[in-house]
């Protein structure tokens, strides 16, 4: 979950143990962590109307 400054989640989906985590398991905590940063800096960016909500989605 993103709000302006914080986001939230479950432990296992925002940090990783370095020696316990194998690549897919950085993957999936880089992919998480981007995709709620590029979430966060998108809900700056308020839809008109939800008609248009697929861009902020997308």
């Keep these: 979950m993103e709000n302006w400054g914080l986001i939230t989640g479950r432990t296992s989906e925002l940090l990783l143990d ?3 985590g194998d690549t897919i398991a950085k993957k999936s905590v880089i992919e998480t962590q981007a995709h709620e940063v590029a979430h966060m ?6 839809m008109e109307w939800w008609d248009y909500l697929y861009l902020n989605e997308g």
């Design 18 to 20: 370095p020696m316990k």
């Design 41 to 46: 800096f998108g809900n700056m960016m308020t």
